[in-house]
């Protein structure tokens, strides 16, 4: 729309600019008679407006098209970023529909077997902690420890969580390292590793951690399905 309104314009003006030429030319013409001029002052007359009307039509065509070039310009931009915008939208659909899809289907790759739940003074749920078989668990006040805990009978490097092969299976286990404080497991301390089964709780000092599987649902459910 825009482009067709200037173009009219740009043709308007051509017309007027003629027109008023024509104009001028003749009555200079009719003034140079009536005066009784000589020929040459009429032919210069004549070709001087000639050629200003030349310069004027080349000038306006040139303006012509570069509006038109502009408003091609302009029309490639406007579709390029409606089509970009297009494919991001797209993009984004198909992204939030995979989402979904897994979500529905219950997959999470991340989510781990074991984890150990932080239980508070008040008997809540604190942070969970993953557990991983392929790395082990450290507690104690020293910085390089996994579970910090800043308490003055905190050995630097207290317990430690880690798993063990057994019968092609990784189990967890839990140890004391500590030489002057224990490490207790459902109230009682431990001399030697314990394997942590589905709701063990670990006390180190007067801090608590919960140890929760679901490697006994698996069980559970291939018994399920033996049966």
């Known amino acids: 729309l825009g482009s067709s309104?200037?173009?009219?314009?740009?043709?308007?003006?051509?017309?007027?600019?003629v027109v008023l030429v024509v104009v001028s030319v003749v009555l200079m013409m009719l003034l140079?008679?009536?005066?009784?001029?000589?020929?040459?002052?009429?032919?210069?007359?004549v070709v001087v407006p000639l050629i200003l009307l030349m310069l004027l039509m080349l000038h306006l065509d040139s303006s012509s098209s570069s509006s038109s070039s502009k408003a091609a310009t302009a029309t490639f931009c406007s579709e390029a970023r409606a089509a970009l915008a297009d494919s991001s939208s797209s993009s984004s659909s198909r992204q939030q529909q995979s989402s979904r899809s897994t979500m529905s289907d219950g997959e999470y790759d991340d989510e781990p077997l074991d984890v150990l739940v932080v239980v508070k003074r008040n008997g809540r749920d604190g942070m969970?902690?993953?557990?991983?078989?392929?790395?082990?668990?450290?507690?104690?006040?020293?910085?390089?420890?996994?579970?910090?805990?800043?308490?003055?009978?905190?050995?630097?490097?207290?317990?430690?969580?880690?798993?063990?092969?057994?019968?092609?299976?990784?189990?967890?286990y839990v140890v004391n390292v500590s030489r002057t404080n224990a490490t207790l497991v459902n109230g009682e301390a431990i001399t030697a590793p314990v394997q942590l089964a589905h709701g063990d709780v670990v006390t180190i000092c007067d801090r608590s951690f919960r140890f929760e599987t679901v490697r006994d649902d698996d069980d559970d459910d291939d018994d399920d399905d033996d049966d």
């Open 5 to 17: 309104s200037s173009s009219s314009m740009i043709h308007l003006e051509m017309h007027l600019v």
């Open 32 to 45: 140079l008679l009536h005066l009784g001029s000589s020929s040459s002052s009429i032919v210069l007359v």
């Open 128 to 172: 969970r902690i993953p557990l991983a078989a392929d790395e082990e668990l450290v507690f104690g006040r020293d910085a390089s420890c996994n579970v910090r805990i800043q308490k003055p009978s905190v050995s630097s490097k207290h317990a430690r969580v880690y798993y063990k092969d057994q019968d092609w299976e990784q189990l967890p």
